[in-house]
């Protein structure tokens, strides 16, 4: 169940004919609905709106160092649009994607299209997991027009990240370092590189327009702390980056919110702290976990925190006695003035751990212990 409500599930939006793209499907089961950007817990809702995932294909609109990996944080002057695209281009790939669709009555076989980024000199790409699901074969069509077979090494569902390998020379592959995206700040400037209805190499640039933004995942988990930004980005680019004016990757562009289906100017992207460790696992053969505290919140009718509108049955909240109504105001040492400051907290955590919680139950303060859990599919 969510922790906290966020975006809906992604959707995709039907190929074009103009560019030398595959078409069909991109994420195998399409969604129809009506969206509220809302915030749980009597917060208002502020319009239909339509949301929609950035890759190329599809069939109906929604109205956290390893050896070798792009890891490092590199801090240097800031660069032109021009100069942050010769650096990062070569670095950025195309992703086709062939999976089985099915009608009811027969399958057959269709195409998707998204992006990627270079992680590694072993060969890993790190892109969507909505841009891989269900795919039978992956195709990593790199900028100098060569194409490698690509291998799904791990997805993600609950931060929608995944990791393709290929087996290309070092000499085809140019990993793009990570930056902190803790650091960035509203207005800085941005790019993001993808392949937008096909068009691989694009270019589009704008600037941070806010921080601390919620995405939800394709299991419905919330993604937090995701990065708002005006550079254009349309069905394509997903799994791309968004790349700092240092030339960092800060972010995998994920999701737009749209009335028109294209880029309307409000794009939303994964954070890069959090690639960091989810894909830091991924490469590894391991199965990324994350802290989980069995509640679904929203904010408080009086003053701040976070209230506990449903906990799940066995789950570490519930276990340490907290109930619905109830009120979290910090989390270990880390004050929580809202409900995403509860959900950036409890990711900051692994599973696990044991950490102290306050909250206020019918105007008195408590104080109980809890273990975090590992977050079910």
């Known amino acids: ?6 975006f809906p599930p992604l959707p995709n939006q039907p190929a074009p004919t103009p560019p030398p793209a595959p078409s069909g499907a991109g994420r195998r089961a399409a969604l129809t609905a009506a969206a509220l ?12 709106l339509t949301y929609a995932s950035l890759d190329h294909g599809g069939t109906t609109t929604v109205v956290r160092d390893i050896s070798g990996a792009g890891s490092s944080t590199v801090t240097e002057a800031a660069l032109s ?20 669709a099915s009608n009811g009555f027969y399958s057959q076989p269709q195409t998707a299209e998204g992006s990627g980024f270079v992680y590694d000199t072993k060969g890993d790409i790190v892109t969507n997991e909505h841009v891989v699901a269900g795919a039978t074969s992956i195709k990593v069509n790199f900028p100098s027009g060569a194409s490698y077979v690509g291998k799904l090494i791990g997805v993600d569902a609950s931060t929608d990240l995944a990791v393709v ?10 990993p793009l370092p990570l930056g902190d995206s803790s650091k960035v700040q509203v207005g800085d ?8 209805f096909g068009y691989s190499g694009t270019v589009t640039s704008g600037i941070v327009s806010a921080l601390h933004r919620q995405m939800t995942s394709p299991d419905n988990y919330t993604i937090s702390d995701s990065i708002q930004t005006d ?26 919110q749209s009335d028109s289906g294209g880029s309307d100017g409000v794009g939303f992207a994964i954070p890069s702290n959090t690639i960091q460790v989810v ?3 991924l490469v590894a053969g391991k199965t990324a976990k994350h802290a989980y505290l069995g509640v679904s919140i929203g904010r408080p009718t009086v003053g701040t925190g976070a209230q506990i509108d449903s906990t799940v049955t066995g789950g570490p909240a519930e276990k340490a006695g907290l109930a619905p109504g109830d009120v979290i105001t910090r989390l270990g040492n880390t004050a929580i003035n809202s409900p995403d400051d509860l959900t950036s907290s409890v990711d900051s955590f692994h599973p696990g751990q044991q950490v102290k919680v306050t909250y206020r139950r019918d105007g008195n303060t408590h104080q109980t212990t809890l273990t975090l859990d590992n977050r079910p599919s």
Do not use: F, Y
Not at 1 to 6: D, V
Not at 90 to 99: A, E, H, K, L, R
Not at 243 to 256: E, H, K, L, R
């Open 37 to 48: 950007l809302a915030v749980g817990g009597g917060g208002a809702a502020v319009g239909a």
């Open 231 to 256: 550079a254009p980005i349309n069905h394509g680019n997903s799994g791309g980056p968004l790349i700092s004016a240092s030339g960092n990757v800060i972010g995998v562009n994920a999701q737009i």
């Open 1 to 6: 169940m969510n922790e906290i409500p966020g």
């Open 279 to 281: 894909v830091s696992q």
């Open 81 to 100: 649009i021009t100069d942050i695209a010769k650096r990062t281009t070569p670095g950025v790939v195309d992703i086709v994607v062939t999976s089985n």
């Open 189 to 196: 400037p941005v790019i993001a590189i993808g392949s937008p």
């Open 165 to 174: 390998r290929v087996k290309a020379p070092a000499s085809a592959l140019h």
